[in-house]
């Protein structure tokens, strides 16, 4: 299955799963006398005697779909292919409305690691019986490791309608749309997925990195906080907690931004209270960052600029100053040099 193709996103392959399809004995074939002779052998693990004995049978014009299901299951069971698919085939031309020979033979398919046949026999199943969500489900799987998105989607797509829980399609589908560029489309999906799953990791991330692309910074924040409320890979804390902060930071400068009044002293104190907040939020997030990264220059640069904002700009002297050890970038440390002459000349005053 597809995952968000993003720096800090985590992955996981998820391959079809095996045995989903048994070479087993269906339960709904039509079944004639020969059955029960040739399944007792099978049973016992006598697969060629099956095949001697079917073989009996279909020459005495003694056939049912039952006979040939028994007879690919028998040559199955021999790793014999070729003939196992060629009898379920004689089975579906007796039954064409019957799925057990065609998910036996897409048994055979997989066993081969044949995607593409398998992915045939399952819509062919399908076309018969179209609730079949796991066979869809498994069938969406495939085209998505095919790299057919738009056959995937349109599976995922179909078991959404039918029952919008199942699984992880809706999480799965946002992640299509979201590789194709359609942000839009996939937030009724991550908001689906996050709703079903509150704690899950994958979907909270993709729902939050899918509103950093539609640039509603704002919501962003709520699911990027609770990935980092539930995550325990600590390779992805430190970017999170750095955009979180940074979301915070631009909500607070566009609190401020937004103000279309400045005589308005009631419009003015709104906004400068959202920002203060934000600003108190970032510096929350700032140290955590540092709690990671103790001379992380983002955190220590990103916290001093919003104490300096809420008027504490003699806390922010400190982290100022480590930043001017641990920096490497010149022309950024002459900017804060020249902030750290200022704060400095204001508490001479």
Do not use: H
């Not at 796991?134 to 039918?162: G, H, T």
């Not at 203060?276 to 540092?290: E, G, H, Q, R």
Request: some cysteine; glycine content about 4%; proline content about 4%.
């Amino acid at each position: 299955m597809r995952r968000l193709a993003l720096g800090f996103v985590l992955g996981a392959a998820v391959a079809v799963s095996a045995g989903v399809w048994a070479a087993d004995k269906p339960k709904d074939k039509a079944k004639g006398q020969e059955s029960p002779k040739i399944e007792e052998l099978i049973t016992k693990g006598e697969y060629q005697k099956a095949v001697d004995l079917a073989k009996k049978f279909i020459e005495a014009k003694q056939v049912t779909e039952g006979l040939y299901i028994d007879l690919g299951i028998a040559y199955q069971k021999l790793k014999d292919y070729p003939n196992a698919i060629a009898s379920y085939e004689e089975a579906v031309k007796l039954d064409p409305l019957g799925t057990a020979a065609l998910l036996n033979e897409a048994s055979c398919y997989q066993e081969q690691n044949d995607m593409v046949k398998l992915a045939e026999t399952l819509k062919r199943v399908l076309d018969i019986d179209p609730t079949k969500l796991d066979l869809r489900y498994s069938l969406a799987v495939i085209y998505d490791k095919q790299n057919k998105v738009d056959d995937a989607l349109n599976q995922y797509e179909e078991i959404y309608k039918l029952d919008p829980a199942y699984k992880n399609v809706a999480y799965s589908a946002g992640v299509i749309y979201y590789d194709k560029g359609q942000y839009d489309k996939a937030v009724p999906y991550f908001e689906k997925a996050v709703s079903l799953n509150p704690s899950g990791e994958e979907a909270l991330l993709a729902q939050g990195q899918n509103f950093l692309k539609l640039k509603e910074f704002g919501k962003a924040i709520p699911p990027l906080k609770a990935f980092l409320d539930v995550t325990k890979n600590e390779n992805y804390k430190p970017a999170i907690t750095q955009t979180v902060a940074g979301l915070y930071m631009k909500e607070a400068e566009d609190a401020a931004a937004a103000v279309k009044n400045p005589k308005d002293k009631a419009e003015v104190a709104a906004a400068d209270k959202v920002a203060k907040d934000a600003y108190a939020n970032a510096i929350v997030y700032y140290d955590k960052l540092l709690a990671i990264r103790p001379n992380s220059e983002m955190a220590l640069e990103g916290k001093a600029r919003a104490l300096i904002m809420m008027d504490k700009a003699q806390d922010a002297l400190p982290l100022l100053k480590q930043y001017m050890q641990v920096s490497k970038n010149e022309q950024e440390k002459k900017s804060v040099a020249d902030t750290i002459k200022k704060i400095e000349a204001m508490k001479k005053k």
